[in-house]
């Protein structure tokens, strides 16, 4: 199995999902199943298999006014239009894959998907964490010079 370098003890593996919500439901049904649903069903399991972090982000429509200022100006016109951004920071991929192999996951979360994400449309990347910004607060050599 692939992982993290040995040298690199201090890197977070994260995994990033970009979801888009079952045809032909709302959004507010939608954000509500992976709150009230979802969420209960997986986190317990999760932080027993080492993720250290798990971050929803509940997209919705913005008016191009608040996205003109949030976003920058020139990006407004390529705004993705996922519905969720799920992001879940993981600090033993060994761990991670043996919960994957749970019959709790395979049975209870993983089945739970199709009732609220179009799963052929969902993608996700994986990749390291690199934090630069805590708490409001500058880390490790990122103060200007």
């Not at 954000?31 to 080492?50: A, C, D, N, T, W």
């Not at 994400?117 to 050599?141: A, P």
Request: aromatic content about 10%.
């Amino acid at each position: 199995m692939a992982s993290l370098s040995e040298d690199e003890p201090k890197k977070l593996l994260i995994l990033t999902t970009f979801a888009y919500r079952k045809p032909g439901m709302d959004l507010e049904e939608y954000h509500k199943h992976i709150s009230e649903v979802h969420v209960p069903l997986s986190s317990e399991i999760m932080q027993k298999y080492g993720v250290v972090k798990r971050l929803i982000a509940h997209n919705w429509k913005v008016p191009r006014d608040v996205a003109t200022v949030v976003a920058d100006p020139y990006k407004v016109d390529e705004m993705w239009d996922f519905d969720a951004v799920i992001t879940t920071v993981v600090s033993d991929v060994e761990k991670f894959a043996r919960m994957k192999k749970e019959a709790y996951w395979k049975e209870k979360v993983i089945t739970d998907w199709p009732n609220f994400t179009d799963t052929k449309r969902t993608r996700v990347t994986v990749g390291w964490l690199e934090e630069r910004i805590r708490d409001g607060e500058l880390l490790d050599g990122d103060q200007k010079r």
